[in-house]
C-alpha cells in the first residue's frame, strides 16, 4: 500500500521545482511520480507525415523520484507525513502525522 497515489496533492521537496505543488497525475513502478506542470523539459520531436505528427520543440513532463515529494496538507497549508490506521473493521486508511486526520474516506 502506497503513503502517495494517483490524484493526491504533493509539494515538491528537492530539485528544480522545490517548493511548488502538484497533482500526482501517475505512479510509475520503478519508484518515480508524474507530477502535472512539475519538471517540465523540452523535447526535440522529429516529424512523421505518416502518423500525422508535427516536428519541432515540444513541453513535457518527466517523472521525480518518489523521495522527492511529500503529500500536501491542506489544513494547515505544509506537507506532511503519512502513517497508516487499522479501523476496528479491519480496513486500513491513510492519516497525516501532524493532525491525525483521515486522507482517504
Same mark, same amino acid.
Given at each position: 500500500m502506497n503513503k502517495i497515489r494517483k490524484g493526491d496533492k504533493v509539494?515538491?521537496?528537492?530539485?528544480?521545482?522545490?517548493?511548488?505543488?502538484?497533482? *500526482?497525475?501517475?505512479?510509475?513502478?520503478?519508484?518515480?511520480?508524474? *507530477?502535472?506542470?512539475?519538471?517540465?523539459?523540452?523535447?526535440? *520531436?522529429?516529424?512523421?507525415?505518416?502518423?500525422?505528427?508535427?516536428?519541432?520543440?515540444?513541453?513535457?513532463?518527466r517523472p521525480l523520484d518518489i523521495s522527492n515529494v511529500a503529500i500536501f496538507n491542506s489544513k494547515t497549508n505544509k506537507a506532511d507525513k503519512v502513517v497508516f490506521k487499522t479501523l476496528k473493521d479491519g480496513k486500513k486508511i491513510r492519516v497525516f502525522k501532524s493532525n491525525d486526520e483521515a486522507i482517504d474516506v
Open positions: 509539494f515538491i521537496n528537492s530539485g528544480k521545482d522545490k517548493g511548488k505543488d502538484g497533482i *500526482v497525475s501517475s505512479i510509475l513502478a520503478n519508484g518515480k511520480v508524474l *507530477v502535472e506542470g512539475i519538471n517540465m523539459v523540452k523535447k526535440h *520531436v522529429s516529424p512523421n507525415p505518416n502518423l500525422g505528427i508535427q516536428g519541432g520543440i515540444v513541453s513535457q513532463e
